[in-house]
């Protein structure tokens, strides 16, 4: 009898790759030594975000202690590299949570709860995303988890008042796969394009438009980054912004939404792509926001790009197809992503209206990639959020966007 897909998830498997080593040949040498305070973990615990979504913070503390607490073997001293989908493992205590989820929306879905089963699919959908972090291309864990995060953000949308659909863009020969997110179908929508950062995929991007955009009458399109998502057949190189390119030139085929009223917000990575679509896309968008965009001195600076956590620096080689275990070729590697060295940045302005946002001591996007953002366009507009994260933080700022969108579309 063919098992079904939660009887699959619960039951370990011992013979897969841990996440750590997949594009880093050097992973077992990995010690909490150096490590920021309290970060003994591989994986960056990105707690308040996670809450902002909707996950049990309480809930999410005692997964952590179970990892933290299991005596199987690890790769390295980092608590998250238990190898084998086996309780411990980060992915099997993740997906674990998901299926709990995800059985209870069901429940929820054939007793008429229509709004339970709708929280609980975005649960089971944001908890599946988060076992996939920091999703790597090779990770053997990671196209099972994805799937279940798909399926569920999709069961989610049915639940909703708001409208999904799947749109596949042509790039060389194979299809990107995007998720539009519309307000209502009854009238011609403007459209956000929105991705995330390099360890980040479309799923858990969600939040924005059912929380902002839609109430504003705004559509959102989805993109994944080179090498990760749907993007996996992609690798990231200096030129970034290539499938983003694609997308825009698909839009006029897009029935739901208007291709003149169009805008690009990219958070972490993304907000590279959209600095350098600012400049190379100027006259098909109308707008763009950065959120904590990295754009030079990441990439410019040997000392700031040693100090990447080594997850971001693995993250970095896994999109681009190297190993990590050369951080010195892997910086001269990135080099070219610096929109500065490709001389975009630092010269001549773009026409389109931009919101920068930047953070305070923020070790990605530090004050000068955001003073040489805020130089970019006359009409710019800058924002500086306090140095640690918050939900007020993010509601605040995704308002201020949203605001500044409706009168830019």
């Given at each position: 009898?063919?098992?079904?897909?939660?009887?699959?998830?619960?039951?370990?498997?011992?013979n897969?790759?841990?996440?750590?080593?997949v594009?880093?040949?050097?992973?077992?040498?990995?010690?909490?030594?150096?490590?920021?305070?309290?970060?003994?973990?591989?994986?960056?615990?990105?707690?308040?975000?996670?809450?902002w979504?909707?996950?049990?913070?309480?809930?999410?503390?005692?997964?952590?202690?179970?990892i933290?607490?299991?005596?199987?073997?690890?790769?390295?001293?980092?608590?998250?590299t238990?190898?084998?989908?086996?309780?411990?493992?980060?992915?099997?205590?993740?997906?674990?949570?998901?299926?709990?989820?995800?059985?209870?929306?069901?429940?929820?879905?054939?007793?008429?709860?229509?709004?339970?089963?709708?929280?609980e699919?975005?649960?089971?959908?944001?908890?599946?995303?988060?076992?996939?972090?920091?999703?790597?291309?090779?990770?053997?864990l990671?196209?099972?988890?994805?799937?279940?995060?798909?399926?569920?953000?999709?069961?989610?949308?049915?639940?909703?008042?708001?409208?999904?659909?799947?749109?596949?863009?042509?790039?060389?020969?194979?299809?990107?796969?995007?998720?539009?997110?519309?307000?209502?179908?009854?009238?011609?929508?403007?459209?956000?394009?929105?991705?995330?950062?390099?360890?980040?995929?479309?799923?858990?991007?969600?939040?924005?438009?059912?929380?902002?955009?839609?109430?504003?009458?705004?559509?959102?399109?989805?993109?994944?980054?080179?090498?990760?998502?749907?993007?996996?057949?992609?690798?990231?190189?200096?030129?970034?912004?290539?499938?983003?390119?694609?997308?825009?030139?698909?839009?006029?085929?897009?029935?739901?939404?208007?291709?003149?009223?169009?805008?690009?917000?990219?958070?972490?990575?993304?907000?590279?792509?959209?600095?350098?679509?600012?400049?190379?896309?100027?006259?098909?968008l109308?707008?763009?926001?950065?959120?904590?965009?990295?754009?030079?001195?990441?990439f410019s600076?040997?000392?700031?790009?040693?100090?990447?956590?080594?997850?971001?620096?693995?993250?970095?080689?896994?999109?681009?197809?190297?190993?990590?275990?050369?951080?010195?070729?892997?910086?001269?590697?990135?080099?070219?992503?610096?929109?500065?060295?490709?001389?975009?940045?630092?010269?001549?302005?773009?026409?389109?209206?931009?919101?920068?946002?930047?953070?305070?001591?923020?070790?990605?996007?530090?004050?000068?990639?955001?003073?040489?953002?805020?130089?970019?366009?006359?009409?710019?507009?800058?924002?500086?959020?306090?140095?640690?994260?918050?939900?007020?933080?993010?509601?605040?700022?995704?308002?201020k966007?949203?605001?500044?969108?409706?009168?830019?579309?």
């Open positions: 009898m063919k098992e079904n897909l939660s009887e699959v998830l619960f039951k370990p498997r011992i897969v790759v841990e996440t750590s080593t594009s880093n040949s050097t992973a077992a040498q990995l010690s909490a030594v150096g490590q920021e305070e309290g970060r003994n973990w591989y994986r960056i615990l990105r707690r308040e975000y996670w809450a979504l909707g996950l049990d913070p309480i809930e999410t503390e005692s997964l952590f202690a179970d933290a607490m299991c005596d199987k073997p690890r790769t390295s001293e980092l608590l998250d238990i190898g084998g989908y086996q309780p411990g493992n980060w992915n099997y205590e993740w997906m674990q949570r998901a299926v709990k989820h995800q059985i209870t929306a069901k429940d929820a879905e054939q007793s008429g709860q229509r709004d339970k089963a709708y929280q699919f975005l649960l089971a959908s944001y908890s599946a995303t988060i076992a996939a972090y920091p999703h790597f291309k090779g990770d053997d990671v196209a099972s988890a994805h799937a279940l995060a798909h399926s569920n953000l999709m069961a989610a949308t049915e639940q909703s008042k708001h409208e999904c659909k799947t749109i596949n863009v042509p790039i060389d020969g194979k299809q990107v796969a995007c998720y539009l997110h519309l307000p209502d179908t009854d009238s011609v929508k403007p459209v956000v394009m929105v991705s995330g950062g390099l360890d980040t995929i479309q799923t858990e991007l969600y939040p924005f438009f059912e929380r902002f955009l839609a109430p504003a009458g705004i559509a959102m399109l989805t993109v994944d980054m080179p090498g990760a998502g749907h993007c996996l057949n992609w690798k990231l190189q200096q030129d970034s912004s290539r499938i983003h390119l694609a997308i825009l030139d698909h839009l006029p085929k897009v029935p739901w939404v208007d291709d003149a009223r169009v805008a690009m917000l990219g958070y972490r990575f993304a907000g590279n792509v959209a600095a350098r679509l600012a400049f190379v896309a100027a006259e098909r109308r707008a763009v926001v950065t959120i904590g965009a990295p754009v030079d001195r990441l600076d040997i000392q700031r790009f040693n100090n990447l956590p080594q997850m971001y620096q693995d993250c970095l080689a896994n999109r681009s197809g190297v190993n990590a275990s050369n951080t010195e070729g892997l910086y001269y590697r990135c080099m070219p992503l610096s929109l500065k060295t490709q001389g975009i940045l630092g010269g001549p302005r773009t026409k389109l209206p931009m919101f920068v946002v930047g953070r305070k001591n923020d070790a990605i996007c530090p004050e000068t990639d955001v003073s040489l953002l805020s130089m970019a366009s006359p009409n710019c507009k800058v924002e500086v959020l306090k140095e640690l994260d918050s939900l007020q933080n993010y509601n605040q700022i995704f308002t966007v949203t605001h500044w969108l409706q009168k830019q579309l």
